[in-house]
């Protein structure tokens, strides 16, 4: 095999931790592959919440989730990197020093692998009512992918945790009323957001479960239970967006032949992404280490440091990186 084919470095997942491995591993001229399993870049950032507004990553004071991918986009576009979408990698195997990428587009060859996978394949988690389907897309939503589409209507929010108190807030910003509705009396959320739910205009409804939904015209009738009692209560609502978190199929990677160590899937890794496999790393939410926290700014934070120790591991001549510009001193 001619050696220009070879990928050195073969980044799987194309979410926020692999675009800013690929724009990096750019900078370090490796010839790099992202493969991406959806149509587009971003991760769950693109997929789940393309509205919201995230207030911590580094150097932007707040930013909607779309126009952060669109920026690591604009980045990835200024090196070589190549990205190969509506790729899925189903194996890698080992063949001697590299590996084979083996998707459902065919097979690559790559020196190191790097494993961003995220979360893996995820849904969202339904609302435990028989006919929800009949809702959903029309007046029932598991994420806000159009804010303008919740323009002056009547919405209840679903869910405790911070994600829901953010798509509550964000609704409410263009709303009638918003309702947020929780089957507990506190919120599993950051005390920043509960204060500005708090201070906000969105009523809350707890601690409620979902019990029934009914059509009334274009609108949607909801029955809740309130915890521990036989009480209910209804409302009439135009939307309900819930918000229960994600089920993520994460159990793909223990079927390839080359699988580096961890449970429940997350990968075991040590600083800078090593595994128990040379030349396979991992970052991003994948990664698992003690003090890990699944977040946009671990997985940027990461990305460099498994792209330089993939470098010199497969080019131990080669002098690491200081800066991407130098500074004398
Ligand atoms: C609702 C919600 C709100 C959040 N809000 C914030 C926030 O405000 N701030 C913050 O820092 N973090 C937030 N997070 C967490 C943040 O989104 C994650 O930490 C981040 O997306 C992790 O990036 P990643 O690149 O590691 O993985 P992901 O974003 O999960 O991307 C992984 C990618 O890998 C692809 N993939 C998986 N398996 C394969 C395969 N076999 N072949 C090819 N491709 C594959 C997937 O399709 C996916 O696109 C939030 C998460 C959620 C769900």
Same mark, same amino acid.
């Given at each position: 095999?001619?050696?220009?084919?070879? %990928?050195?470095?073969?980044?799987?997942?194309?979410?926020?931790?692999?675009?800013? *491995? +690929?724009? $990096?591993?750019?900078?370090?001229?490796?010839?790099?592959?992202?493969?991406?399993?959806?149509?587009?870049?971003?991760?769950?950032?693109?997929? #789940? $919440?393309?509205?919201?507004?995230?207030?911590?990553?580094?150097?932007?004071?707040?930013?909607?989730?779309?126009?952060?991918?669109?920026?690591?986009?604009?980045? #990835?576009?200024?090196?070589?990197?190549?990205?190969?979408?509506?790729?899925?990698?189903?194996?890698?195997?080992?063949?001697?020093?590299?590996?084979?990428?083996?998707?459902?587009?065919?097979?690559?060859?790559?020196?190191?692998?790097?494993?961003?996978?995220?979360?893996?394949?995820?849904?969202?988690?339904? #609302?435990?009512?028989?006919?929800?389907?009949?809702?959903?897309?029309?007046?029932?939503? %598991?994420?806000?992918?159009?804010?303008? =589409?919740?323009?002056? !209507?009547?919405? #209840?929010?679903?869910?405790?945790? &911070?994600? *829901?108190?953010?798509?509550?807030?964000?609704?409410?910003?263009?709303?009638?009323?918003? $309702?947020?509705?929780?089957? !507990? &009396?506190?919120?599993?959320?950051?005390?920043?957001?509960? &204060?500005?739910?708090?201070?906000?205009?969105?009523?809350?409804?707890?601690?409620?479960?979902?019990?029934?939904?009914?059509?009334? +015209?274009?609108?949607?009738?909801?029955?809740?239970?309130?915890?521990?009692?036989?009480?209910?209560?209804?409302?009439?609502?135009?939307?309900?967006?819930?918000? %229960?978190?994600?089920?993520?199929?994460?159990?793909?990677?223990?079927?390839?032949?080359? =699988?580096?160590?961890?449970?429940?899937?997350?990968? =075991?890794?040590?600083?800078?992404?090593?595994?128990?496999?040379?030349?396979?790393?991992?970052?991003?939410?994948? *990664?698992? %280490?003690?003090?890990?926290?699944?977040?946009?700014?671990?997985?940027?934070?990461?990305?460099?440091?498994?792209?330089?120790? *993939?470098?010199?591991?497969? $080019?131990? &001549?080669?002098? +690491?990186?200081?800066?991407?510009?130098?500074?004398?001193?």
């Amino acid at each position: 095999m001619n050696n220009d084919e070879v %990928y050195d470095i073969t980044i799987i997942g194309g979410g926020p931790a692999g675009m800013f *491995a +690929g724009f $990096y591993a750019g900078l370090r001229n490796a010839k790099t592959q992202i493969i991406e399993s959806l149509a587009e870049l971003g991760g769950q950032v693109a997929t #789940l $919440y393309p509205e919201k507004t995230i207030l911590d990553v580094a150097g932007y004071p707040q930013i909607k989730g779309r126009e952060l991918i669109a920026q690591l986009e604009q980045q #990835l576009q200024t090196v070589a990197t190549e990205v190969k979408l509506n790729t899925t990698v189903q194996n890698i195997k080992q063949v001697g020093d590299a590996f084979e990428v083996i998707t459902n587009n065919g097979m690559t060859v790559s020196k190191s692998i790097i494993i961003a996978t995220g979360v893996g394949a995820f849904n969202p988690r339904k #609302l435990a009512v028989d006919n929800s389907d009949e809702f959903e897309g029309t007046n029932l939503f %598991y994420s806000v992918k159009d804010l303008d =589409h919740f323009k002056n !209507r009547t919405v #209840l929010v679903a869910g405790g945790g &911070d994600a *829901a108190i953010d798509e509550a807030l964000l609704i409410e910003s263009v709303a009638k009323q918003v $309702y947020l509705l929780h089957r !507990r &009396d506190k919120f599993r959320a950051m005390e920043h957001s509960v &204060d500005l739910l708090t201070e906000s205009t969105v009523e809350t409804v707890t601690p409620y479960l979902i019990s029934e939904l009914a059509s009334e +015209g274009d609108q949607v009738k909801i029955t809740a239970k309130k915890m521990k009692s036989d009480e209910e209560m209804s409302m009439v609502v135009d939307d309900i967006v819930v918000n %229960y978190g994600f089920i993520a199929q994460d159990d793909a990677l223990s079927g390839w032949e080359v =699988h580096p160590e961890g449970s429940r899937g997350k990968i =075991h890794s040590g600083v800078s992404g090593i595994t128990n496999i040379k030349n396979v790393f991992t970052i991003g939410d994948v *990664a698992d %280490y003690e003090t890990k926290q699944a977040l946009i700014a671990t997985g940027f934070g990461e990305a460099p440091l498994a792209v330089n120790e *993939a470098m010199r591991s497969i $080019y131990p &001549d080669r002098r +690491g990186p200081v800066h991407s510009t130098s500074i004398k001193r």
